[in-house]
T-cell receptor, first 113, second 115 residues
Framework: GIQVEQSPPDLILQEGANSTLRCNFS?????LQWFHQNPWGQLINLFY???GTKQNGRLSATTVATERYSLLYISSSQTTDSGVYFC???????????????FGGGTRVLVKP | DTAVSQTPKYLVTQMGNDKSIKCEQN?????MYWYKQDSKKFLKIMFS???????INETVPNRFSPKSPDKAHLNLHINSLELGDSAVYFC??????????????FGSGTRLTVV
């Protein structure tokens, strides 16, 4: 079935460390977004990246659509990076009915000072 | 200016009550959504409206009824609240098509607690 899987489920980092989060999806997509849910519960859009590479400060993301995965890189992590990172996709074709955004299970990140 | 705003932010109510959550977006998007986030943080779509027309209705109890008076507003009414309805409810909007330049935008969520 249609699936979005994220790994690892949990990540503990020391401040200043770098990390990579992965998102695998089961079918072709026409939309892929990375979100950060901060400890206050807000969902912040980080990247809209159905393909290619983007960078925003210490964060960057790469989506290889043909191989059905996306990576989110966090460099020089800070305590404010803590929270849950979600990957979400809209699948092509019939599965895209209504432009439904399907979420992965998230990666819980804790950055320690 | 808040792009997608939801009210209230917190809602504590007793079982059996009826409650509503309101959502408004000022982005000019034509599609709005309700998502539910459970206690394990999993996010799942409930409803979607495009220009006031219901286009997605996932397997949701019919105690939940969305209403879209215009394309900038999508409200969620819940009848006969149950303990299992406790969750965070997110409103979102997007521009329908292949995907807008900036994708979906989410509101700040409404934490519903049923006691």
């Amino acid at each position: 079935g249609i699936q979005v899987e994220q790994s690892p489920p949990d990540l503990i980092l020391q401040e200043g460390a770098n990390s990579t989060l992965r998102c695998n999806f089961s079918d072709s997509v026409n939309n892929l977004q990375w979100f950060h849910q901060n400890p206050w519960g807000q969902l912040i859009n980080l990247f809209y990246i159905p393909s290619g590479t983007k960078q925003n400060g210490r964060l960057s993301a790469t989506t290889v659509a043909t191989e059905r995965y996306s990576l989110l890189y966090i460099s020089s992590s800070q305590t404010t990076d803590s929270g849950v990172y979600f990957c979400a996709v809209v699948f092509w074709g019939v599965k895209a009915a209504g432009n439904k955004l399907t979420f992965g299970g998230g990666t819980r990140v804790l950055v320690k000072p | 200016d808040t792009a997608v705003s939801q009210t209230p932010k917190y809602l504590v109510t007793q079982m059996g009550n009826d409650k509503s959550i309101k959502c408004e977006q000022n982005l000019g998007h034509d599609t709005m959504y309700w998502y539910k986030q459970d206690s394990k943080k999993f996010l799942k779509i409930m409803f979607s409206y495009n220009n006031k027309e219901l286009i997605i209705n996932e397997t949701v109890p019919n105690r939940f009824s969305p209403k879209s008076p215009d394309k900038a507003h999508l409200n969620l009414h819940i009848n006969s609240l149950e303990l299992g309805d406790s969750a965070v409810y997110f409103c979102a909007s997007s521009q329908r098509g292949v995907g807008s330049t900036y994708g979906y935008t989410f509101g700040s969520g409404t934490r519903l607690t049923v006691v």
